[in-house]
């Protein structure tokens, strides 16, 4: 698939502008801070309805205005020969739901756009997923299982309301227990405990089989970015395993009903008991119970899915603390680009060579085989080494559509060279026009 055209209204720095697109390469070249990542971005927010720069949608209306709107044209070749263009527009005003139209049909919610445009987006401030705290690398689960599974859109929201409820409630019980003022009733808590449980379930399971399928890809990638110094393994680490590693008895870890210790250690993504939903809803109200006295001491929610990480390491060591600057950039490198394979489909040419764990099903590949999403590269050439800029050009290079931000055109290598967007003073114009 292929963005043909961009508009934006008032979103970020950009009061309005339009900015047709082909497939294949196009750099958007320009001097600092007149716009360039706030156009790609805008491609972003709409197959994500998120930002890979605020965790919040308020920056992302022009300052002085109250709404954002960005639209975009997809095209996608699902019969070779025959192109489908959607359109699709987001309307973002911070404070109340965003809204969304696609085709110009009644506005309906913004979530609805999901799973249409796809795009994966490369940025410096990537080198989070590596260096910084397990949120940013939750987020990257998160937001891939929903481009993968659109519907998972609901059951994130779904926790993060839980998950609030029930830490209040845990705070105000700590607060009360503190000052000796009544205690509110906990049997409460058993309900939220039983929503917490089901619908983190759902959010462990995708994760684990997101990691399971992504894992060979980083691999390859990491491989194919620094030249095989030392192998990336992902492994998802649920902070439910960790919480019932003990028994009570000390005896080891115990199965989901309690019925004593099992032989198999926990933390492992790929064994039954960590895909099957159930018996992770099981495993979760087992820790619960377990660790209600804590929970209620300290206020906060000590085990689920917001307390889980993305472990990443290279050679055996962990990649944060001790990977180098440059070895962190191609893990994360190698994250975007694994994640774009992944997108791309079972048949994708771009997994060529690449096992991915036969375990797709319920994932959405309903566009193929133009199913290949956007792919963006925002100022990542200038923080590259000349021979990771040149591998990752190689790599990208046959890509269905790459939209590239540069400060500079000498930053875009070689094999990228394709169309040129000139973005100065609050216009963008196509070089050569
Ligand atoms: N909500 C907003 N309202 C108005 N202006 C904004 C808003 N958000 C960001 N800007 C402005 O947009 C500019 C930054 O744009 P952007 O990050 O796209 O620059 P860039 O061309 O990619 O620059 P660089 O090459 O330095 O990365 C800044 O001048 C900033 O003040």
């Keep these: 698939m292929y963005v043909a055209h961009l508009s934006v209204t008032d979103f970020r720095s950009w009061p309005s502008v339009e900015l047709p697109l082909d497939p294949g390469v196009t750099a958007l070249v320009g001097p600092n801070g007149q716009g360039k990542t706030n156009l790609v971005e805008a491609v972003g927010y709409v197959a994500t309805l998120g930002s890979h720069r605020v965790p919040t949608d308020a920056a992302l209306v022009r300052h002085g205005t109250s709404r ?13 020969g025959q192109p489908r263009a959607s ?4 309307e973002v005003t911070p404070g109340r739901a965003n809204r969304a139209r696609i085709n110009g049909g009644s506005p309906g919610r913004a979530r609805e756009v999901l799973g249409i445009l796809r795009s994966v987006l490369f940025a410096p401030e990537d080198l989070a997923l590596v260096k910084g705290d397990p949120d940013g690398r939750r987020r990257f689960l998160d937001e891939l299982s929903v481009q993968l599974t659109p519907r998972l859109a609901g059951t994130v929201t779904d926790y993060e309301r839980v998950l609030r409820q029930r830490s209040a409630l845990l705070k105000s019980a700590a607060a009360a227990s503190r000052s000796s003022r009544a205690a509110p009733d906990l049997r409460t808590l058993d309900v939220w ?5 089901a619908v983190g ?10 990691v399971r399928a992504l894992q060979p890809l980083a691999a390859h990638a990491y491989e194919q970015v620094s030249s095989g110094q030392g192998a990336l393994v992902l492994e998802y680490r649920a902070s439910v395993d960790a919480a019932l590693e003990d028994g009570p008895d000390g005896r080891g870890p115990r199965d989901a009903a309690g019925a004593g210790p099992v032989d198999d250690p926990p933390g492992q993504g790929d064994d039954a008991r960590g895909l099957d939903p159930v018996l992770v809803e099981g495993r979760l109200l087992e820790a619960m119970a377990r660790l209600r006295g804590k929970e209620v001491e300290r206020g906060v929610s000590l085990v689920g899915p917001h ?14 603390g001790y990977a180098s600057h440059g070895e962190s950039w191609s893990v994360a490198l190698a994250l975007r680009l694994a994640s774009w394979r992944l997108l791309s489909g079972p048949g994708s040419v771009h997994r060529e060579g690449v096992p991915v764990p036969d375990d797709e099903e319920g994932w959405v590949f309903d566009d193929r085989p133009d199913g290949e999403p956007v792919l963006v590269l925002d100022d990542v050439f200038a923080e590259l080494d000349a021979r990771r800029r040149a591998r990752l050009a190689a790599l990208v290079a046959p890509a269905r559509q790459v939209l590239i931000t540069a400060a500079v055109a000498e930053d875009v290598p070689a094999p990228l060279v394709g169309a040129r967007v000139d973005v100065r003073d609050g216009t963008v114009t196509r070089a050569g026009a």
Aim: charged share 35%.
């Design 68 to 80: 954002a709107v960005v639209r975009t044209r997809v095209v996608r070749e699902i019969d070779p």
């Design 87 to 90: 359109l699709l527009e987001v």
């Design 193 to 197: 405990d039983a929503k917490l449980a």
């Design 201 to 210: 379930a759902q959010l462990v399971v995708a994760r684990r089989r997101l």
């Design 307 to 320: 307390r889980d990480d993305l472990v990443l390491t290279l050679g055996g060591l962990p990649a944060k």
